[in-house]
């Protein structure tokens, strides 16, 4: 059995548990309550009303029971990617595509950067792109990045760039860079998204 420090994660439970148990409990307990109510004050009219009431109650009170699984026990996980072998495996990455209209070449070509960019020594991985639907247009989109990724790759390593595909990162507002406030990394940001807008890689973002 392996010792706890080669796992590369661990997990912790969360803080807390004791108080949302104590709240749950009670919250439980109040529904309860309010369904034994419904069902021992059945009112002489308007019973329509009271049974699409009770019925929108009662559905709310098992939505909720439901959702109680996935929190009465939270834990916390922790990665320690600094206890990773010397010599990571070779990893082959399959993208599978069909149809370019439910899957836009747009999408399939942020998928091929983001993987690309992957913290992972690049003599190991290798990427597959499978269209069963023999799309032109994702052909097209596939090149596209393939040259792209020139410019994008060496900025995601040198700035450690979070979310790693194009689109998500240029438009998301939670993108996460530990220079994004330096000058350095404003001129580089600028000149990737203009390299990528003369060089008509503007449909990635």
């Keep these: ?8 994660f661990t997990t912790h439970q969360a803080p807390g548990r004791a108080l949302f148990k104590l709240y749950s409990s009670l919250f439980t307990a109040g529904m309860f309550s309010l369904l034994y109510y419904r069902l021992t004050h059945i009112p ?8 699409l009431l009770s019925l929108a109650e009662l559905w709310f ?11 009465w026990n939270p ?11 010397p010599n ?9 595509t069909a149809d370019p209209d439910r899957e ?16 992972y020594d690049v003599s190991k991985l290798a990427f597959y792109l499978s269209d069963d639907g023999g799309s032109e247009l994702t052909f097209h989109a596939a090149y596209q990045a393939s040259i792209f990724a020139r410019h994008w790759l060496p900025f995601c ?17 939670e993108n996460s860079v530990a220079d994004a406030g330096s000058r350095t990394f404003r001129q ?11 060089k008509s890689f503007y449909f990635l973002f």
């Design 1 to 8: 059995m392996a010792s706890p420090t080669s796992h590369l």
């Design 44 to 51: 002489a009219d308007h019973r329509l009303l009271w049974l």
């Design 61 to 71: 009170a098992v939505m909720w029971l439901f959702q109680q699984s996935f929190r």
């Design 75 to 85: 834990t916390d996980h922790v990665t320690h990617p600094e206890r990773l072998p």
């Design 88 to 96: 990571l495996p070779p990893v082959d990455v399959m993208v599978c």
């Design 104 to 119: 836009p070449p747009a999408l399939v070509a942020n998928t091929l950067l983001s993987l690309m960019a992957y913290d």
């Design 157 to 173: 390593r040198k700035y450690n760039v979070e979310p790693r595909a194009p689109q998500a990162f240029f438009f998301s507002s």
């Design 188 to 198: 580089d940001y600028n000149l990737v998204k203009v390299t990528a807008i003369s």
